[in-house]
């Protein structure tokens, strides 16, 4: 089953626009963190949010989490084409040390 | 990059065969993981280990083996393969427990006929 589910599924902006997604879970973590997938390639991790932390930053990356609504979105300002990619969210259950918890994704389009 | 590779990088073989994906890390870590990528499921865990000789099943381990005689390398075994284990399977190291990052390697593509 999956902890964390990614919205939109989809989405396509023009390059220079920022770029909301955003991942919802059901149960306590003891961290987030959002990977990036080229199309035929494995996952980079972008960042790590840990839950007592409201909110990080990386270069244009902008991560924020909301326990109380069990919530966590990532905003890529000033997007570019090479961010076209599928992101997703891993959440790390509390309960669970070993083992991430993952999304079905959003697929990123950054139009040129 | 992380010093993770993956063996057979692309694979197609028949229903009934038995298949062993490899995966070799150059950095150490302690942990790794196998999952497996399908559309519309993100990424599933289908066994990990936390160290030589020490592996536990992860969410979708039926049909799946493992074995990890050396820290570097981690071995997927499917006994006997079915149409249903078609996907990408991709191998992740961690230094610590998954509280931490994971480094991912290109991954595999297994089709099963």
């Known amino acids: 089953s999956q902890q964390g589910e990614e919205d939109p599924q989809a989405l396509s902006i023009q390059e220079g626009e920022n770029a909301t997604m955003n991942c919802s879970y059901k149960t306590s973590i003891n961290n987030l963190q959002w990977y990036r997938q080229n199309s035929g390639r494995g996952l980079v991790h972008l960042i790590l949010i840990r839950s007592n932390e409201r909110e990080k930053h990386s270069g244009r990356l902008r991560v924020t989490l909301d326990t109380s609504k069990k919530s966590s979105s990532l905003l890529i300002t000033a997007s570019r084409a090479a961010d076209t990619a599928s992101y997703f969210c891993?959440?790390?259950?509390?309960?669970?040390?070993?083992?991430?918890?993952w999304g079905a994704g959003t697929k990123l389009i950054i139009k040129p | 990059d992380a010093g993770i590779t993956q063996s057979p990088r692309h694979k197609v073989t028949e229903t009934g065969t038995p298949v062993t994906l490899r995966c070799h890390q150059t950095e150490n870590h302690r942990y790794m993981y196998w999952y497996r990528q399908d559309p519309g499921h993100g990424l599933r865990l289908i066994h990990y280990s936390y160290g030589v000789k020490d592996t536990d099943k992860g969410e979708v381990s039926d049909g799946y083996s493992v074995s990890r005689s050396k820290t570097e390398d981690f071995l997927l075994t499917l006994e006997s393969a079915t149409s249903s284990q078609t996907s990408v399977y991709f191998c992740a190291i961690s230094e610590r427990e998954a509280i931490n990052e994971q480094f991912f390697g290109p991954g595999t593509r297994l089709t099963v006929l």
């Open positions: 891993a959440t790390v259950l509390m309960d669970s040390n070993y083992q991430l918890i």
